[in-house]
């Protein structure tokens, strides 16, 4: 595929105009296999794909293919009104950018409409009832994964899939072990296409360096980048359905907590650095400042940070390693700062069992975008460790969230 479209641009220029512009908008031939629709009597096509993967691309070259052959009404389902206009309509890889110049749609009142009265109408998902009255010859969802009222859509939407001779859809989007998702993949009459992030032979080499390379081999890589359907573990103390997400702070204490690494190369483990906030009966998670492979004195410096930051009260730290150690580096940042000490008398899948416990009562909440953390927790198991890898996250969440609520009932773990 690259030496063909090497030897096309090649010889661009000794073509004449009419097949250049055949060639530039013939999109079968520039596509990547996985961006084809596939072939088959289906329903649904679900296309999976990891960031950059050319999933957009994708949508908006079949939603043109359709308008090109006649077929419509068309829906374009975004999560919201806005995200379906900026992405799959004016975005880099939207239909607009995608349509020819003698075949360009139109926009007005969130209708798209081309030369030869093909019509395509936006509609946010995060609104169903929008649903209701329209009827499609065909959809495209974009990003159905992280709807927020993801099913109720979908249904609504299908209701409304009832023209032509054979209504169907496409669903493009970053896969998450959504409802609505797993839903379509045990759908006999959906088809589904996978492909990860590293296919895409046009993205900037300094987003494989800078992203690709960092997540690669995580659990958020493998769905981000290489677009894996990622399931909860059974054995896991947290499943992610337990998490509730809120922008509220605090309303009492603060702590920041510390799992210290004494060493500080690549090979070490991670400082977990967490930062928690007193909510009502429990509490909410306010930061994830975890670092990994830096000298005690980075960590110690962002830990320092992260308490004036939040105004905390204190910071808790786990000495079992280092000892007296790590306060010393935490009082060489800031001699001010409260230092309460905890210590591990218990394995970790012990300590940690009561504070899954509080997640279960709904007690627990983040702020967003705590999905290392979440990661991490879903992936943590009996044998103490997360994905193989140990649970600094985990154990600086544990230690915050045992101080501020769950030793309201015992008496405190030793400290200043």
């Given at each position: ?94 239909v607009l950018r995608v349509c020819p110049p003698w075949f ?185 400042a975890t670092l990994r492979g830096v ?122």
């Open positions: 595929m690259v030496t063909l479209r090497s030897n096309l641009l090649r010889d661009f220029g000794l073509l004449p105009e009419g097949e250049l512009k055949d060639i530039m908008f013939n999109w079968p031939l520039w596509a990547m296999p996985h961006q084809l629709p596939p072939k088959g009597d289906w329903t649904t096509w679900l296309l999976l794909g990891g960031r950059g993967a050319g999933k957009t691309r994708a949508g908006a070259e079949w939603v043109r293919s359709l308008a090109e052959q006649g077929i419509g009404p068309i829906a374009l389902v975004g999560e919201t009104m806005t995200e379906a206009e900026a992405v799959m309509v004016k975005g880099d890889s939207g360009q749609p139109k926009l007005t009142q969130n209708v798209l409409t081309w030369p030869n009265g093909v019509e395509a109408h936006l509609l946010p998902a995060s609104d169903p009832e929008r649903f209701r009255g329209p009827q499609f010859a065909a959809a495209w969802c974009d990003e159905a994964a992280k709807w927020s009222k993801a099913e109720e859509a979908f249904d609504m939407l299908q209701f409304g899939l009832r023209l032509g001779e054979w209504p169907r859809q496409l669903v493009t989007t970053t896969p998450k072990p959504t409802a609505l998702i797993k839903r379509l993949l045990q759908d006999d009459r959906c088809v589904s296409t996978r492909a990860a992030t590293k296919v895409n032979p046009h993205l900037a080499n300094a987003f494989f360096d800078a992203v690709v390379s960092r997540y690669r081999g995580t659990t958020l890589g493998r769905q981000e980048l290489d677009g894996e359907l990622i399931e909860d573990r059974e054995d896991a103390l947290w499943q992610r359905a337990m998490f509730r997400h809120g922008s509220e702070g605090a309303d009492g204490r603060v702590v920041v907590a510390v799992d210290p690494a004494v060493t500080g190369t690549s090979r070490s483990d991670a400082c977990g650095i967490v930062v928690a906030g007193r909510s009502g009966e429990g509490a909410v998670v306010l930061e994830d000298q005690p004195t980075v960590w110690a410096k962002r830990a320092v940070a992260a308490f004036h930051a939040h105004e905390a009260d204190c910071i808790v730290v786990e000495v079992n390693q280092g000892g007296d150690l790590v306060k010393q580096m935490l009082h060489g940042e800031d001699p001010s700062v409260p230092v309460r000490e905890a210590r591990a008398t218990r394995g970790k899948w012990v300590r940690a069992e009561p504070v899954a416990a509080l997640y279960a009562r709904g007690l627990v909440r983040h702020v967003e975008g705590l999905t290392a953390l979440e990661d991490e927790l879903c992936a943590f198991g009996p044998d103490g460790k997360a994905d193989g890898h140990s649970p600094d996250r985990v154990d600086a969440l544990v230690w915050a969230l045992t101080e501020l609520v769950l030793n309201e009932r015992r008496p405190r773990i030793r400290g200043l």
